[in-house]
C-alpha cells in the first residue's frame, strides 16, 4: 500500500534530477559545451603555433589525431545522449507509474468513503422508514383508542372500559338546572273512577297487638270516622282455562249431520290460547328474549301453570311469519309507492357466519328482509330499489350501489355520517378542515330546525349560495392539508373523503333547498336497534329462514307501533288468524 506523501517526495526528487539531467543535455545540443571544448583546443593550438613549422612535418599526423579526437567525442557525446534519455524515459515512466499509483489510491480512499457514506445513508433511510412506521403504527393505536360514537358508527354501549361515553345530543344547554322547572306541573297518575276500581283493600289496625298511639304508646283508641285513600295500579296474572264446546247439527232437508265451526286458532284439543301466543312473541321479537327464556318467564308469571317448550314457542314463530305473508305483499306495494324511502342493513350472525338485516321504510311502514349475505343479490331479491322511480328520494348512509345504472330514483345521503367522517379525519389527521366542515353541517342542519319552527319550507337562495362557497372553501383547504402531507396515517381516508364530497355533494345537501328532505338516515339506524339488541341478547339466528321469520314479525309489530297501533292486540289477533291488514294500520282504525 502506498502512502501519497512518500510518493510525492519520491516524485519531486525525481522531477529534481530529471530537470538537471534535461539542461546538460540542453547544452549539448545547444552547443555551447562543443564550443567550450573547442576554445580549449584552440588554446592548446596556439601553444604549438611557433612550434608549427617545426613540427609541420608533424601536423598530418596531429590533424589526423584531431579528426579522430573529434570523432571520439562526438561518439561519447551521442553515446552519452542516448544513455540520458533512456534514464529519462525511465524516469517519466517511473514518474507516471507513480501517478498512476497516487490516482488509485486516490479512487480507492474515494470508493471507500462514498461506500461508507452510502452504507450511512442507507441505514439512516432504513431507519427513517422504520420511524416512520411506528409513527404510522403509533398514529393508528391512537384513532382506535378515540374511536367512538362521535366519529365511527360504534353504537355508545361499546364505548372501551375507562373511556368516557359520548352521547350524540344535539339539543343546547339552556343554563337552566335539570329536573322539573319552576311551574311545570307534575306528571302523575291518575286516580281512578270508582266505576273503575275492581278491588279494594281495607286497613284497619283496631285490635292489632304492635299498634299503638305514636305520642304515648297507648293501646287505648277508636276510629274518628275519618279515612285516607291511595290507589294502587297493579297487574294480575291469572290463568284462565276455556272450555269450548261445538253443538253438532242435523240438516232437515237431507239429513247431513255437522257442527259449529272451529275458530282459525283452535287446532287441537288442547293449546295455549291467543294471548299467551300473543305475550310469547312480544317477548321473542320486541324484548328480544330467547326462546328458553321466555319459555321460563310464561312459567314463572303463571306460577308453573303454563309450560311451554323451547320447540312449540321456535313453531309459533314460524307460523306467525307465514300468516303474515299476505301483509307482507301488501306492505310492500304501499312502500314502493312512498315518495320518500329510507334504508339501511347491518350484519347479523347466521350460524357462525356473516349474514344481512336490511330495513326500508319510513314514519309509518316497516320493511325487514334477511339475506345469506350482504351483497347486490340480496338487493335485488328484495326488489325495492329495482322498482322505484325517479319521482321517489332514497335516503341512505352512501351505500354505492344506490348509484347503480339500474336504478331509476334519486338519492340523498346521510349527513350525520358525514359528521362522523370529518370528526374521524379531524381524530387522525389533526387537520382543520373537517372540523369546520362538520361544524358547517351541523349549524345548517340547527337552522333548518329553526326554520321549520317559523313555518319555513327551504332555505333563502343567498343562505343556500353562502353555505356552497364555505363548502368548496372547507374542501380546496382539505385538499392543500393533504397535499402537504401526503403520508401521514389518515391522509388515504382524507382522500377518499374529499373525493366523496366532490363527486357527491348535491347528494349530501339536496335539503338544503327542500326541507321535506331529511339530513340524515336515523330512522334507519332507529330501525335496525332491535336486531343489534337481538344479537347482543339472544344470539345469532339458527339459520337463514329463522332470520326471515323475525324480519317478517317485526315488520308487523314495528308497522304497528309507527302507527299507534297496540301491539299486544295486533299479535293477539295474529295468533286467532286474522292479522291486521295494512290497510287497517295505516287508516289506525284495526278491528277490535
Known sequence: MFHTEDLFEQCMALRCEVKAQAQIIKEFKSGKRYLKLQADQHRVIEGYVKDIRKLRLELADAHAQIVSTRNTWADDYYALYDEYQAEIRKRNEKIRNLEDDVWKAKKEGDDKLSAKEQEYENRLYEKDC?????????????????????????????????????????????????????????????????????????????????????????????????????????????????????????????????????????????????????????????????????????????????????????????????????????????????????????????????????????????????HEKKDMVGIDEDNVLGVLTSDTTVMHDHNTLNYNKKFKFKNIECNEHAKRDCQKNSDDTQHKWSGKLKNLIGKAIKDRKDAIARGESSFSKEYVKQFHE?????????????????????????????????KYKNNYFMWLEDFSLPPFNNLSERSLRCVKSHMKISGQFESVEAAENYAIIKSYIETCRRNKVNEMDALKSLCEGKPYTIQEILSNSPPR
Open 130 to 370: 422504520i420511524i416512520d412506521k411506528l409513527k404510522n403504527e403509533l398514529a393508528y393505536a391512537n384513532a382506535l383508542l378515540g374511536r367512538d360514537s362521535s366519529n365511527t358508527s360504534l353504537p355508545t354501549s361499546q364505548t372501551p372500559v375507562g373511556k368516557e361515553k359520548r352521547i350524540p345530543n344535539s339539543r343546547e344547554k339552556s343554563g337552566r338546572a335539570k329536573g322539573g322547572q319552576p311551574g311545570h306541573p307534575k306528571h302523575v297518575l291518575e286516580e281512578p273512577d270508582d266505576s273503575e276500581i275492581t278491588d279494594t283493600s281495607v286497613h284497619d289496625n283496631t285490635g292489632t297487638e304492635d299498634f299503638l298511639c305514636p305520642s304515648c304508646g297507648s293501646d287505648s283508641y277508636v276510629p274518628t270516622g275519618e279515612t285516607e285513600v291511595k290507589y294502587e295500579y297493579d297487574v294480575e296474572i291469572k290463568v284462565k282455562k276455556i272450555k269450548h264446546i261445538f253443538y253438532y247439527y242435523q240438516c232437515l232437508e237431507c239429513g247431513t249431520e255437522f257442527r259449529s265451526l272451529y275458530p282459525a286458532n283452535l287446532r287441537g284439543d288442547v293449546q295455549y290460547g291467543s294471548m299467551v301466543q300473543a305475550l310469547a312473541l312480544s317477548l321473542t321479537n320486541t324484548t328480544n328474549a330467547a326462546m328458553n327464556k321466555t319459555a321460563m318467564f310464561l312459567a314463572g308469571i303463571t306460577g308453573g301453570e303454563l309450560t311451554p317448550c323451547e320447540g312449540y314457542i321456535a313453531k309459533l314463530q314460524k307460523r306467525a311469519a307465514k300468516n303474515l305473508m299476505d301483509f307482507r305483499e301488501d306492505s310492500y306495494k304501499y312502500l314502493i309507492l312512498r315518495k320518500l324511502i329510507y334504508w339501511d342493513d347491518t350484519v347479523i350472525m347466521i350460524m357462525t357466519k356473516r349474514g344481512c338485516f336490511r330495513f326500508y321504510g319510513d314514519e309509518t311502514i316497516a320493511y325487514y328482509t334477511s
Open 470 to 502: 364555505k363548502l368548496d372553501e372547507y374542501l380546496a383547504d382539505g385538499w392543500s392539508e393533504n397535499e402537504s402531507d401526503k403520508d401521514k396515517y389518515g391522509a388515504v381516508f382524507e382522500r377518499s373523503l374529499l373525493r366523496r364530497f366532490r
